[in-house]
């Protein structure tokens, strides 16, 4: 079992910033995908940005969205995943997912939520205009 414990959400202006964490626990060396997923109120969940450590190479994959805004990051001594958010706009409004799982790289690409075992409670993220 992998615990996931979302943090750092708010409201902001557009063009501001945010940094999101996400402090897994539990068997986290089985996750090699690490992903960030985000949904609006009446809307699907989405990918925004995922990370690979397993075999194959390491790489670090965004949606058309995001591309250039966000970046994600892992810092393995803590156990976290960070998502840095910039230039964030009102479309970005939503509730934010950070997801695990031992995945293989082209479902990590993909970034499908049905392929992710371990989920948090979500931080919420608000842009306003």
């Known amino acids: 079992q992998v615990q996931l414990v979302e943090s750092g959400g708010g409201s902001v202006p557009a063009g501001g910033s945010l940094r999101l964490s996400c402090a897994a626990s539990?068997?986290?060396?089985?996750?090699?995908?690490m992903g960030w997923f985000r949904q609006a109120p009446g809307k699907e969940r989405e990918g925004v940005a995922r990370?690979?450590?397993?075999?194959?190479?390491?790489?670090?994959y965004y949606d058309d969205s995001v591309k250039g805004r966000f970046t994600i990051s892992q810092d393995n001594a803590k156990n976290t995943v960070y998502l840095q958010m910039n230039s964030l706009k009102p479309e970005d409004t939503a509730m934010y997912y950070c997801?695990?799982?031992?995945?293989?790289?082209?479902?990590?690409?993909?970034?499908?939520?049905?392929?992710?075992?371990?989920w948090g409670q979500g931080t919420q993220v608000t842009v306003s205009s």
């Open positions: 997801a695990a799982g031992p995945l293989v790289l082209t479902d990590c690409i993909r970034g499908s939520p049905g392929y992710f075992s371990y």
């Open positions: 539990g068997y986290t060396y089985s996750s090699n995908c």
């Open positions: 990370r690979y450590t397993g075999a194959g190479g390491g790489g670090t």
